[in-house]
């Protein structure tokens, strides 16, 4: 596990060399396909090394849910050990590891009305205004969100709405058994934050000199895309099409795609903050895959 520009996906592609493994994704945008350069999705030279599991599973104009996952990657699990390799979990969609050790609760699925009355809201007063009406009625989730996090406040809210509970106490339910198998769980944290970001810069200027703006213009002739819909909501798509909208120029489609990508990075620490039992490594450290190994070596 570990945030965005961690280096996970080089660990993996390591240890897949020295160990019997096989990589299931743990990405909630990597199931896209194609969704390549703006998920940083690895090329075919590393998946013909390292092949992945729940890559490229799904059109963009559906959606996959942690349940879809946790039932996916447990299906994978029993498969890969039953040929004698480790399953080898690697992603930063931390919702799925917590779906996947934990189990699921019971929350309502979408509601397409619930929905459209959330948008409605934000699109007149604002997405901070529906935040502060989610912090009035779920205090504990509202506290861990953004007030930009769009997609994430839709969710909760309308959890609230069709429960008449919060996401926060729904989610305390655990409605699953512990998984059957002896975990290691690692993590890839960054010691210093500032080169973590500096990593993050120069990777969305890769994916822009790579074809980002392209990628999302070919994307956007499907008539059943939308921006409102999660693949649409990805960090670097989401403002690839605002800017193909005209919504503004260039470097701020720059300058709002590092933004948001620094977020997610920082979601995604809070995240990886609040789970026990992990095993951290700076991500930054030179021989960061030989760490890895070495450690993991003495324990499998």
């Given at each position: ?15 897949v060399?020295r ?10 945008a ?11 999705k690895?090329?075919?030279a ?7 599991h ?19 990657a ?26 996947l ?22 699109a007149?007063?604002g997405w901070?205004?529906v ?21 994430r ?71 059943a ?26 470097p701020?489609?720059r ?11 920082k ?34």
């Amino acid at each position: 596990m570990g945030p965005t520009a961690s280096g996970k996906t080089g660990v993996a592609v390591d240890l897949v060399q020295r160990l019997p493994c096989e990589i299931i994704s743990v990405d909630s945008a990597l199931v896209y396909r194609g969704m390549d350069i703006g998920t940083a999705k690895p090329d075919a030279a590393t998946l013909a090394a390292a092949p992945h599991h729940l890559i490229d599973i799904i059109d963009p104009t559906l959606s996959y849910s942690a349940a879809q996952f946790r039932q996916d990657a447990l299906r994978l699990m029993a498969e890969i050990t039953a040929r004698g390799n480790i399953p080898l979990l690697v992603g930063g969609t931390m919702l799925y590891f917590k779906a996947l050790r934990q189990g699921l609760n019971d929350l309502p699925p979408a509601d397409p009305a619930t929905r459209a009355a959330i948008d409605a809201m934000a699109a007149e007063s604002g997405w901070p205004a529906v935040h502060a009406e989610l912090a009035r009625l779920d205090p504990a989730t509202a506290a861990r969100l953004n007030p930009a996090d769009a997609q994430r406040i839709q969710r909760a809210l309308e959890v609230c709405i069709l429960s008449g509970q919060t996401m926060s106490s729904l989610l305390e339910k655990d409605a699953a058994a512990d998984l059957p198998y002896h975990v290691h769980a690692l993590a890839l944290l960054p010691g210093d934050r500032a080169v973590l970001h500096q990593r993050i810069a120069q990777r969305f200027d890769i994916m822009l000199a790579q074809g980002l703006i392209d990628e999302v213009a070919q994307l956007r002739r499907n008539d059943a895309l939308d921006p409102s819909l999660p693949s649409m909501r990805c960090v670097g798509y989401r403002q690839a099409w605002q800017y193909l909208d005209g919504e503004f120029d260039l470097p701020e489609l720059r300058e709002k795609g590092i933004a948001a990508t620094r977020q997610l990075a920082k979601r995604q620490l809070t995240w990886l903050r609040g789970m026990e039992g992990i095993v951290a490594f700076d991500c930054l450290e030179r021989n960061l895959p030989a760490a890895v190994f070495d450690w993991l070596r003495g324990r499998l």
